[in-house]
């Protein structure tokens, strides 16, 4: 499985006379949490490989994407990074939920606020019909900042557990991580592409899988690899 910036080489085998006629399946994934928490810049981090110099608060929503290729299928991973300030996400919620194929809630790991507000983030995101067969991940970020942590992993990782969530603690700052940031949403469009892939489905279109158990990715249990 390897990751590119939207190009890439195709599957292995396959037939460049038949290319064009290839679809490239397409998986949204919206990022969700409070303002300031680095939604941005972790998605700025995995579709572009960098972290922005300055950002301002994003107004709506702003698209990011990336082409990544899984088991020989190439797959454009759609982000979607949200409003996190409610008067600049109001009138756009309804469009971030609607086919959504994944969430992913962000927290800072230094604001203890960020934390206790994913209750009304999840609340928000049940709130629009999202079944709960659209997996979702809990994302610690600014790990960086050592010295300054509110949110202990014991309590983040009961939470995640509590909500059948994998958590993935990071930081979109700092380069030694940027895999660990590549592995959240690469977890998730392995997760989509096998749930996908599977002949029976629900009445939404999903697969009637059960969700996997909860589980914090760091050094002993393979920080940076797929764990789907
Ligand atoms: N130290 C550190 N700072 C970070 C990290 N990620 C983001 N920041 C900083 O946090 C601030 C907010 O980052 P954004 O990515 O703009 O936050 P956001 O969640 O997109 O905020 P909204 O768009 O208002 O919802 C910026 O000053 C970033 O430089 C990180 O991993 N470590
Ligand atoms: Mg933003």
Redesign the pocket.
């Known amino acids: 499985m390897a990751a590119g910036g939207g190009g890439g080489g195709r599957p292995p085998g396959s037939d460049p006379a038949l290319e064009p006629y290839v679809q490239t399946r397409i998986f949204k994934i919206i990022v969700i949490?409070d303002?300031?928490?680095?939604?941005?810049?972790l998605t700025f981090r995995f579709c572009g490989g960098t972290f922005p110099g300055k950002?301002e608060?994003?107004i709506g929503v702003d698209f990011r994407e990336k082409t990544v290729e899984i088991e020989g299928e190439r797959i454009k991973v759609q982000v979607w990074?949200t409003?996190?300030?409610e008067r600049f996400r109001k009138s756009m919620v309804e469009h971030y939920y609607r086919n959504v194929h994944a969430v992913v809630f962000v927290y800072d790991v230094t604001k203890m606020s960020s934390f206790t507000n994913l209750k009304t983030w999840i609340e928000e995101c049940n709130g629009h019909a999202v079944s709960p067969l659209v997996p979702r991940v809990l994302v610690g970020?600014?790990c960086?900042?050592k010295d300054l942590i509110q949110v202990p992993s014991s309590l983040a990782l009961k939470f995640a557990d509590a909500h059948n969530m994998l958590l993935f603690e990071t930081?979109?700052?700092d380069p030694q991580e940027s895999q660990n940031v590549d592995a959240i949403f690469m977890c998730l469009a392995c997760r989509l592409k096998a749930q996908r892939s599977l002949p029976c489905r629900d009445a939404e279109g999903w697969p009637g899988q059960p969700q996997p158990q909860s589980r914090r990715l760091d050094e002993a249990s393979g920080k940076g690899s797929c764990p789907c």
């Open positions: 949490g303002s300031n928490v680095g939604k941005t810049c950002t608060a994003t990074d409003a996190g300030q970020n600014k960086d900042l930081s979109a700052k």
